[in-house]
Every structure is written in structure tokens, then in C-alpha cells.
């Protein structure tokens, strides 16, 4: 199994700071064949099921506002907040789709300072 | 507009059955992967399961595998979990979510919560 590990565990950050959470997988998760990390990354405010924010490591989902970005390749990931906003609260999770079973990082708690 | 609906949770004991149900709506269910994942209380994500568009290939995660089956009916536009010999560490809220064209899940249903408790 793909296992993977994301940090910090939580991160506070003043609003319209910059929040940047790291995913780190145990094996690569990028097909030769099409160039592609199979790696997605979800937002889950409390209360609520996740949201689909980033797929690809870094093709934005439709809708998500473009102060979320992803970036990385191979087994080094980053979710970069450019500017946070009262709304970003919540718990992010990194997700591969390379292999089954699919595996999530244990999630990232970002608060306001 | 999509929607995912799950029911069927609820209090179980240890060693017994639930069957979970996703209701789709809005979309063409029938065009779409589908799994099954769930979230223990105050804790993170775990895959259990999903199903092709035609009902083969399934896969499970390792936990679960001999005790849950999942299921779809496309004609009725939803997705089932039978979820046999529950044990507590099974307590969660399960979601079913639709699978993107690039594989991740891009429609999450609200949940439905399972306790398995004596």
C-alpha cells in the first residue's frame, strides 16, 4: 500500500498569509505513460463531507478559487492557500489514485492566528 | 445538479449486518465508478471500496475484504454496501462518492453513521 504522510498536523496562519501543506507519498505516484501524478487533494470544513479541490497534484477543480494551488511530482506534494481567507478553515487531505487502495495522507488542520 | 443521498446506518452490535444504499440523482449513474469511504469519529479518511461503471472490476481495502460487498443497481441509480460481521472499529460515518474522469472523488453524499456497539 501507498502510504502517505502530510505536514504539519495543523498550521496557523494570519489572514491573507500564506498556508502551505507538504504530502509526501511512499512510492512514486506519477504514470510514465501520460506524464500525470495521480494525487488529489480534498477540503473538509466541519460537519461537512470533503470537496474535490485540486486533481493531477495541480489542475484546479472547477469553481475552487485560484488562491489554491497545488504543485509537485513523483512522491513530494505541496497545497499552497496564497492568501487565506475566514472561509479556508479547515481540515485538507492529500489522496492517491495510483494504485488500489487508495490512501489518504491523515489530514491538515489549518486555523486563523 | 448531482446528488448523493446515503441511508441505512444506524446502532448495531458487534457481529451484525447493515446494508447502506446511495441514492444518485443528476447525473447518468450509470456512466461513473463508484466508492464507498468512510471517516471514524475525530478521524481521518479510509478508502473501503469501489465498483466500475458496469459492476466489474471491485476492489476492497484489506479491512474489510470477506465481510462488506458492494453493489449497484443502475437502473435504480444506487449504489449499495452490505456490510456483514461488524466490529467496532467498522463506527464511522460512510460516504459514497463519484469517481472523476481523472480518479479522484469529485461528488461526496452527506454520510450516513454506523455505531456498532453491544
Known amino acids: 500500500d501507498i502510504v502517505m504522510t502530510q505536514s504539519p498536523d495543523s498550521l496557523a496562519v494570519s489572514l491573507g498569509e500564506r498556508a502551505t501543506i507538504n504530502c509526501k507519498s511512499s512510492q512514486s505516484v506519477l504514470y510514465n505513460s501520460n506524464n500525470k501524478n495521480y494525487l488529489t487533494w480534498y477540503q473538509q470544513k466541519p460537519g461537512q463531507p470533503p470537496k474535490l479541490l485540486i486533481y493531477?497534484?495541480?489542475t484546479r477543480e472547477s469553481g475552487v478559487p485560484d488562491r489554491f494551488s497545488g504543485s509537485g511530482s513523483g512522491t513530494d506534494f505541496t497545497l499552497t492557500i496564497s492568501s487565506l481567507q475566514a472561509e479556508d478553515v479547515a481540515v485538507y487531505y492529500c489522496q492517491q489514485y495510483y494504485s488500489t487502495p487508495r490512501t489518504f495522507g491523515q489530514g491538515t488542520r489549518v486555523e486563523i492566528k | 445538479q448531482v446528488q448523493l443521498v446515503e441511508s441505512g446506518g444506524g446502532l448495531v452490535k458487534p457481529g451484525g449486518s447493515l446494508r447502506l444504499s446511495c441514492a444518485a440523482s443528476?447525473?447518468?449513474?450509470?456512466?461513473?465508478?463508484m466508492s464507498w469511504i468512510r471517516q471514524a469519529p475525530g478521524k481521518g479518511l479510509e478508502w473501503i471500496s469501489y465498483i466500475s461503471s458496469s459492476g466489474s472490476p471491485i476492489y476492497y481495502t484489506d479491512s474489510v475484504k470477506g465481510r462488506f460487498t458492494i453493489s449497484r443497481d443502475n437502473a435504480k441509480n444506487s449504489l449499495y454496501l452490505q456490510m456483514n460481521s461488524l466490529r467496532a472499529e467498522d463506527t464511522a460515518v460512510y460516504y459514497c462518492?463519484?469517481?472523476?474522469?481523472?480518479?479522484?472523488?469529485?461528488?461526496w453524499g452527506q454520510g450516513t453513521l454506523v455505531t456498532v456497539s453491544s
Open positions: 462518492a463519484r469517481h472523476h474522469y481523472s480518479g479522484s472523488f469529485d461528488y
Open positions: 493531477w497534484a495541480s
Open positions: 443528476g447525473f447518468t449513474f450509470s456512466d461513473y465508478y
